[in-house]
């Protein structure tokens, strides 16, 4: 397990944007974030190898959600952009030690509120 603490989120209108960021305590491969909406599953959002490798995206974020490596090692950001209401959800930063696919993040942050208005 890789500790994680998350930041970022809050509420925005429809169309804003807004920022999450998250640091792993110990050396990690990927860093990543998922979402979960009231009342459906956790769902992937973006995943990115940590130095600046290949970031990967759900097909409902791409073209509005940016991951991207932090300043610092072991550090990730996401930019959502053009929010929509169906992006609410509590979302959680996830880390691993492989990015081959998602289901290769299993440590998980204590999770962050985006709550988009219409």
């Known amino acids: 397990q890789v500790p994680l603490v998350q930041s970022g989120g809050g509420s925005v209108q429809a169309g804003g944007s807004l920022k999450l960021a998250c640091v792993a305590s110990?050396?990690?491969?990927?860093m990543g974030w998922f979402r979960q909406a009231p009342g459906k599953e956790r769902e992937a959002v973006a995943r990115?190898?940590?130095?600046?490798?290949?970031?990967y995206y759900a097909d409902s974020v791409k073209g509005r959600f940016t991951i991207s490596q932090g300043d610092a090692v072991n550090t990730v950001t996401l930019q959502m952009n053009s929010l929509k209401p169906e992006d609410t959800g509590v979302y959680y930063c996830?880390?691993?030690?492989?990015?081959?696919?998602?289901?290769?993040?299993?440590?998980w942050g204590q999770g962050t509120q985006v709550t988009v208005s219409s």
């Open positions: 990115i190898t940590v130095g600046n490798g290949p970031a």
């Open positions: 110990t050396v990690t491969i990927c």
């Open positions: 996830a880390a691993g030690y492989s990015c081959s696919d998602w289901r290769s993040l299993d440590s």
